[in-house]
């Protein structure tokens, strides 16, 4: 799991879970309807204010892209607390969902930040200032792209892509072509420029499917998934016969998220054969997805099973089972 893909902040789900006992051959739920989803959200929204102070980082991070995506305002003065916090990882993302929010208290301490040493911290400021309508820092993100620490140039393509101008896609293909990109860079740059929305970079995005690593092709459905043209569509369809469980949940939840419910019946037959007592201990990349992705498909049969896991012994399935819960409780 990858939050914003944030190269230096990839939180990989097994740096924090251990080995997956499976199969629990749990029965399936009692449907759940709209208002019982809301009577969970009180639940969600105190499993994600306490994951936002969290000891743990990797659950710091995904708290605040909650926060964000979910867009819990009330939850924004702690998030922008988290622009002190120890490690960079996490003030970047701060920073990057101060700016997602447009969360203009949070300015001053922005350019604060962008006083700091490091330079992952100062373009995250910069992004932020330049969405809160602080144009003139704009020039940092952009000059960022040709740093020559590859994790600096590959936190700025990001970037880039989520300021969303198609006039910096020629910086980005540059970047994909530069024979000292690393693969973190190049990766990151086919992303940002499918988030553009341009249709010429679908042979590269092609080329992660048939990767011989899981997380590659994980990259290339989201990536499809931002194009979203019928191409790309149907291009996703095909990973649902992919032979890794988080790569078929991956493009299932992409497809959901464009409005086609084709692979409901995979997710619902992963759900129902989740470990039969969840902690972070039994539990796989697969696993969690499965837990945010429900809240792509708003389908009571599906909905049904995040009572269970909100009070699971994992934290981090509580905490994206919370996620489809703020996204559905919308």
Not at 307 to 329: E, F, G
Request: glycine share 4%; hydrophobic share 45%.
């Amino acid at each position: 799991m990858k939050i914003f893909r944030i190269v230096i902040l990839v939180v990989i789900a097994a740096s924090i879970l251990g080995c997956n006992e499976q199969n629990s051959g749990s029965t399936r739920p009692a449907p759940l309807n709209t208002q019982s989803i809301q009577q969970l959200k009180p639940q969600a929204l105190n499993i994600l204010q306490q994951a936002l102070s969290n000891e743990q980082g990797a659950i710091r991070s995904i708290a605040i892209e909650i926060t964000a995506s979910t867009n819990q305002r009330q939850l924004m003065a702690t998030v922008m607390s988290l622009l002190k916090d120890e490690y960079i990882a996490i003030r970047f993302a701060a920073a990057v969902a101060i700016g997602d929010t447009n969360y203009k208290p949070a300015e001053s301490a922005l350019k604060n930040l962008l006083r700091e040493n490091n330079r992952n911290a100062r373009i995250a400021a910069a992004y932020a200032l330049t969405k809160l309508g602080n144009y003139q820092y704009r020039s940092v993100v952009i000059d960022a792209i040709n740093s020559t620490d590859q994790t600096v140039r590959a936190n700025a393509a990001l970037l880039i892509g989520k300021l969303g101008d198609k006039g910096d896609l020629k910086l980005l293909y540059a970047a994909i072509n530069d024979i000292k990109s690393e693969d973190k860079v190049r990766l990151q740059a086919v992303e940002s420029i499918a988030m553009l929305g341009d249709e010429r970079i679908y042979k590269k995005i092609w080329a992660l499917f048939i990767s011989k690593f899981a997380d590659d092709r994980v990259i290339g459905i989201r990536a499809m998934g931002m194009i979203n043209t019928p191409e790309a569509h149907n291009s996703i369809i095909t990973m649902l016969n992919d032979e890794v469980p988080w790569v078929r949940i991956t493009a299932a939840e992409q497809l959901a998220k464009r409005g086609d419910n084709i692979a409901k019946p995979d997710l619902m037959d992963h759900l129902k054969h989740l470990p039969r007592s969840l902690s972070d201990n039994n539990i796989d990349n697969a696993d969690i997805l499965a837990a945010s992705a429900i809240g792509q498909f708003n389908e009571p049969d599906l909905t049904a099973f995040l009572p269970d896991i909100l009070d699971s012994r994992s934290t981090i399935m509580q905490l994206n089972a919370a996620w489809s819960v703020l996204t559905l409780a919308k």
